[in-house]
């Protein structure tokens, strides 16, 4: 297994240093897939390709402003397709975040 | 200075619950937690690869109104009035549609900002939290012991100047407005604006 290098897959928001986010949530989704290749979830060229699939899914008029969508939906479908965590599990989990986001009164720490 | 919030938004303020996050955050929040559950990640893993990127969020962006209200008087003005609107007019929006309150370094007033429940933190405005930020030690001492916290930084304040410590919540985030540094008065807004820190936005440096 070789070393991943998150700086060759193609289409990758970056300066000279390294990759560069929009917003938060896109680091968080950029550190989840290198820790979990990292600690053996899935082989380097098994994430490129699911990352690939979807970007080629978004079409030739996607203008990469996107880029962190697709990589989440990517990053989605292999975690579900390598039974990490079920798709059913996931989707219960955003919905119950949701929940306690909007049941939670200002200024109170949200938890489920 | 909320007189432009949304619908919406006083619609959640009725209800009393908060403005959930966008879909994508929710995402993956789910799969964190998940996958944390099970062992598969390590959050302080997770915090190191991010911390090490926290720089790459709009590193900037609060620099640049600093810059601009050091520059102009009247957009300092309006910063002041109402930063949401202000920072706004430089492009700056983002986030959870969350109000922003600019606040004021001066002579006699020294401000600090901090989140005690969680990490709430400006980041249109200044990236990604640093990990220090998040930790339990600096959500809970940074309201009892301001000027130790401080002096930790590397700051040490005379007595006579007041530390106001603004404490973020998921609807209100702070922009701490440093000092204009002495003998800047020649340099253009560009040159101002790299003078300008994270930490001294947060308030745990001075300029």
């Known amino acids: 297994m070789s070393a991943p290098d998150p700086l060759k897959l193609p289409g990758l928001p ?12 896109q680091a968080q989704a950029f550190a989840l897939t290198v820790q979990l290749h990292e600690r053996g979830a899935f082989a380097w060229s098994e994430w490129a390709e699911a990352l690939s699939d979807q970007l080629k899914a978004a079409g030739p008029q996607d203008d990469g402003s996107r880029y962190y969508e697709h990589w989440l939906a990517a990053l989605e479908q292999l975690v579900t397709a390598k039974q990490l965590a079920g798709a059913g599990a996931l989707r219960d989990r955003r919905h119950a975040w ?15 | 200075m ?3 919030d949304s619908d919406h938004h006083h619609e959640h303020d ?4 908060q403005h959930p996050p966008s879909d994508m955050e929710l995402r993956v ?9 099970k062992g598969l990640v390590d959050p302080a893993a997770l915090d190191a690869i991010v911390d ?8 900037r962006n609060g620099a640049r109104v600093v810059a601009r209200a050091w520059f102009d008087p009247a ?8 930063a949401t609107a202000a920072i706004a007019e430089l492009g700056y929006v983002g986030g959870q549609g969350e109000h922003m309150m600019a606040v004021e370094n001066t002579a006699g007033a020294h401000n600090m900002v901090v989140c005690t429940l969680c990490s709430c933190y400006p980041w249109p405005v200044l990236g990604l939290p640093p990990v220090w930020y998040k930790s339990a030690p600096y959500r809970s001492r940074a309201v009892i012991d301001p000027r130790g916290v401080l002096a930790d930084f590397g700051v040490t304040l005379p007595d006579e100047i007041e530390v106001r410590v603004w404490d973020s919540t998921a609807e209100l985030r702070y922009l701490v407005i440093p000092e204009r540094p002495a003998g800047t ?3 253009s807004e560009d040159q101002l604006a790299a003078l300008v820190t994270r930490d001294g936005m947060i308030g745990t440096a001075r300029l």
């Open chain 2, 2 to 4: 909320t007189h432009d």
């Open chain 2, 52 to 59: 090490h990127f926290e720089h790459k969020v709009g590193p």
């Open chain 2, 29 to 37: 929040k789910a799969l964190e937690f998940l996958l944390v559950e």
């Open chain 2, 75 to 82: 957009y300092r003005a309006r910063l002041m009035e109402d």
């Open chain 2, 185 to 187: 008065e020649a340099l």
């Open chain 2, 14 to 17: 009725h209800e009393h619950g």
């Open chain 1, 14 to 25: 970056r300066d000279a240093e390294g990759p560069v986010f929009a917003e938060p949530w």
């Open chain 1, 98 to 112: 949701e929940a306690a986001y909007l049941r939670t009164p200002h200024g109170k720490p949200v938890t489920l």
